[in-house]
T-cell receptor, first 111, second 115 residues
């Protein structure tokens, strides 16, 4: 079973707009990670946020984590056509070596 | 380029057959992970090795087995193949050792088609 659930399943935006996607999970975590996957390609790590952190930035990406609500959000600002991809959240639990992925959000950025 | 190499990239085989997928992790990474990605099941964790030892097991079928060799490359063996085993199989490696699951570096995957 998957630990994380992304919302929405799909998102279509205009170039230049912001894209926000959410991830909810079920059990306590050690860290939460976001990955991007271009169609049929390998996943690429975007950002990792630990359970004692609330917000993290990397370039045009902003990630928040609310452990009390067991949720995280990924914001992509000023989106570009190249941001078109599927985005996955993944959770790592304490004393558990696997990384569990959600079903992903498919983002389409229209030129 | 993640530095993780997977072979073969594509594989077409028949039901009942056996295949071996190979993964070379990034130089220096001791942890190797295997994932299966299909349209209906999403990205499913199969198994993880750390420095040659099995460290975590997920939804891996008994028909599947894996190992990590002394040179740290890993192989995933899939036997008695069924149509439902058609999927993209990913290998990922990590530099982080015990105690934390850090950033994973994914290969480009091996696409298996079972006819």
């Amino acid at each position: 079973s998957q630990q994380g659930e992304e919302d929405p399943q799909a998102l279509s935006i205009q170039e230049g707009e912001n894209a926000t996607m959410n991830c909810s999970y079920k059990t306590s975590i050690n860290n939460l990670q976001w990955y991007r996957q271009n169609s049929g390609r390998g996943l690429v790590h975007l950002i990792l946020i630990r359970s004692n952190e609330r917000e993290k930035h990397s370039g045009r990406l902003r990630v928040t984590l609310d452990t009390s609500k067991k949720s995280s959000s990924l914001l992509i600002t000023a989106s570009r056509a190249a941001d078109t991809a599927s985005y996955f959240c993944a959770t790592a639990r304490s004393n558990d070596y696997k990384l569990s992925f959600g079903a992903g959000t498919t983002v389409t950025v229209r030129a | 380029d993640s530095g993780v190499t997977q072979t073969p990239k594509h594989l077409i085989t028949a039901t009942g057959q056996r295949v071996t997928l190979r993964c070379s992790p990034r130089s220096g990474d001791l942890s190797v992970y295997w994932y299966q990605q299909s349209l209906d099941q999403g990205l499913q964790f199969l198994i993880q090795y750390y420095n040659g030892e099995e460290r975590a097991k997920g939804n891996i079928l008994e028909r599947f087995s894996a190992q990590q060799f002394p040179d740290l490359h890993s192989e995933l063996n899939l036997s008695s193949l069924e149509l439902g085993d058609s999927a993209l199989y990913f290998c990922a490696s990590s530099a982080v050792g015990l105690g934390e699951t850090g950033e994973l570096f994914f290969g480009e995957g091996s696409r298996l088609t079972v006819l």
